[in-house]
């Protein structure tokens, strides 16, 4: 098994979105998630998480007899027709600890995130993970812009009958995207926490990687243009570190240079690297290579 990381990190990461809906709100007919009072726009912390998963999968397989599989120790719990039950139930070990031990040493994200494995036959209790994200949060408010759309077919016989009018039939439906709008996340990796999974400097370099290319390769209609904007690494020399969270990510500002921002040039994302506290190193992407 791999060795963990000693060293807790800290982390700001900016992403932008333009004609898009970066994180739809199913309680709000999918219009993009807003904050209720300051109209600021959100993306939860599972979005992000599910980009990373989805990069890793693509990242760490291999082909073997036409088929796709993870490299191990690189599988992925959380994903689509993942019977949970099932994979925790198949985990080795005489007690909830070995079976903890069993399922991160072959996944990624339990690895990484964590995971309630209290369900099933087997329950192997709960791992928290090294890695925490934060709501994203966009740096103004955003406008929730909602587009007609039309599609040049019908789902059923009834509807093409109810149009029959007309000389071509279509189903009438709605988009809604922001304009544009920067969000910033930040991030944690706790070395104490890292001890328990295993979670190695390979996981972490492969986060980071997995952070900057999460839009990548996930690219939909109604996601617009995503882009990683900026990666704000700081890396404490100690297991419990040597400096706030709080502090360090205030070291990070945004400047505004346009009332109406509609691109990254709009905005100047500024890191203060100046009288650093002992024992705190920061690293700065995409000015410097973070994988």
């Given at each position: ?201 390979e996981d972490l ?76 190193e920061v690293k ?8």
């Amino acid at each position: 098994m791999s060795v963990a990381i000693k060293n807790r990190h800290d982390f700001v990461f900016f992403f932008d979105v333009k004609d898009g809906n970066p994180n739809g709100d199913p309680d709000q007919v999918n219009l993009p998630r807003a904050d209720a009072e300051d109209q600021k726009g959100l993306v939860t912390d599972v979005c992000i998480k599910r980009k990373v998963r989805n990069f890793v999968m693509l990242e760490k397989s291999k082909l073997v007899e036409d088929k796709i599989v993870p490299v191990d120790g690189f599988d992925i719990f959380i994903r689509q027709g993942q019977v949970l039950n099932s994979v925790i139930d198949k985990a080795t070990g005489e007690n909830i600890r070995d079976r903890q031990v069993n399922l991160a040493e072959k996944y990624f994200d339990i690895r990484t995130f964590g995971a309630v494995l209290a369900t099933g036959d087997k329950g192997a209790g709960t791992i928290r993970g090294p890695v925490q994200f934060t709501f994203s949060r966009s740096e103004d408010r955003i406008f929730q812009a909602e587009h007609s759309i039309t599609r040049c077919a019908v789902t059923t016989e009834e509807d093409a009958k109810k149009q029959e009018s007309r000389e071509y039939a279509s189903t009438f439906g709605r988009k809604t995207t922001v304009p544009y709008a920067l969000y910033r996340m930040h991030g944690f990796v706790s070395a104490v926490d890292a001890a328990k999974t295993k979670f190695s400097e390979e996981d972490l370099t492969l986060l980071w990687k997995s952070l900057i290319n999460a839009f990548e390769h996930d690219r939909a209609a109604a996601r617009g243009e995503m882009n990683p904007r900026k990666l704000v690494i700081f890396k404490h020399s100690s297991h419990l570190g040597n400096e706030l969270s709080g502090r360090l990510f205030e070291r990070v500002t945004v400047k505004k240079n346009s009332d109406l921002p509609r691109g990254k040039d709009d905005y100047t994302i500024e890191v203060n690297k100046e009288q650093m506290p002992s024992g705190v190193e920061v690293k700065v992407w995409p000015e410097e290579v973070v994988y």
